[in-house]
């Protein structure tokens, strides 16, 4: 998606790790225009898809869950990080490997809004190693619900994660895919 693409272009910071920063528009200050841009183009990708509810993790992949719930106009869950204190048998809960801190933490949902029945979209704002969309996969098997499919804003195409997903049969669109990051700049799918 050009947009995104150009937008990652001109305001992406490369960090190690290695972790693309941009918090200029979408982790940390948002664009709503170009966000909402981002729900309708998953929302015209997954149309057909018989989708049902969103699924994300707290808390950087909401605002783009969100503009993807309007476009398809169907609700919104965030896996919640747990805290210790709140976990109780309405739960299902998972463990994820944060990318980014290098920890492993536990996400909950309710299980009174995700059910047997429900067909959900995994959205999220990365893709790397496909940890948290494994995670969010678990949740989506312990309701007994099915998975549409993964959207994600941008797909760093030089780590596992889209390669592993794809080939265990889950459809994952990526609406920017960066397959190389480094001094020399970004270079997305596509391009030579
Ligand atoms: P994965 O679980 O696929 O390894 O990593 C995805 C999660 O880690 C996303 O939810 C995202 O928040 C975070 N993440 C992974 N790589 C990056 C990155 O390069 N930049 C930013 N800002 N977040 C990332």
């Not at 998606?1 to 150009?6: G, I, N, P, S, V």
């Given at each position: 998606?050009?947009?995104?693409?150009?937008r990652i272009r001109e305001e992406g910071r490369i960090l190690p790790g290695p972790v693309l920063k941009v918090s200029s528009f979408l982790n940390h200050q948002m664009d709503p225009a170009?966000?909402?841009?981002?729900?309708?183009e998953i929302g015209r990708r997954y149309a057909d898809a018989g989708v049902t509810k969103i699924l994300t993790i707290e808390s950087s992949?909401?605002?783009?869950?969100?503009?993807a719930g309007y476009a398809m106009n169907v609700p919104v869950l965030f896996a919640k990080k747990h805290r210790t204190s709140n976990v109780s048998g309405?739960?299902?809960q998972t463990m994820v490997h944060s990318y980014t801190h290098?920890?492993?933490y536990t996400v909950v949902v309710e299980r009174d809004y995700l059910l047997?029945?429900?067909?959900?979209?995994?959205?999220d704002d990365f893709l790397a190693n496909g940890k948290a969309v494994e995670g969010l996969l678990d949740l989506i098997a312990q309701a007994?619900?099915?998975c549409a499919g993964a959207a994600v804003a941008i797909e760093k195409g030089f780590q596992e994660g889209g390669h592993a997903l794809r080939e265990a049969g889950l459809r994952v669109e990526a609406?920017?895919?960066?397959?190389?990051?480094d001094e020399n700049g970004i270079v997305f799918a596509g391009e030579t």
């Open positions: 998606m050009k947009l995104l693409e150009d170009l966000i909402m841009e981002l729900g309708r992949g909401i605002a783009i869950a969100i503009a309405n739960l299902y290098g920890t492993d047997h029945g429900d067909r959900v979209l995994i959205v007994g619900a099915e609406l920017a895919t960066v397959t190389q990051m």
